[in-house]
């Protein structure tokens, strides 16, 4: 009479709970890196654009580009897949 029945003997994969990539443990490492290398460098400092200069705390300038790397990178991988699917 259940709509949505229980199983009864989990699967030894279901028990083990989440179990993490090698990918997305180096992505892990790779974020705390950033935050540490962010945090380590919050002195001001001159940043020069084409046309003008500004002075910004560094870690305003280091999250920002980490931002727009993200992004980017986000954008390149989601117009790969989509180019994969449309292919096959």
Known sequence: MMDNPQRQN????EQAGFRPTPKQIGV????VLLVVFIVANADPTAINFV???VEM???IVLAGTALVGFLV???VG???TKRRYRDS
């Open 10 to 13: 989990p699967s030894d994969e």
């Open 78 to 80: 989601v117009r790969r």
């Open 51 to 53: 046309v003008t200069s």
């Open 73 to 75: 990178g986000l954008t």
């Open 28 to 31: 892990l490492v790779l974020a």
């Open 57 to 59: 705390p560094l870690w």
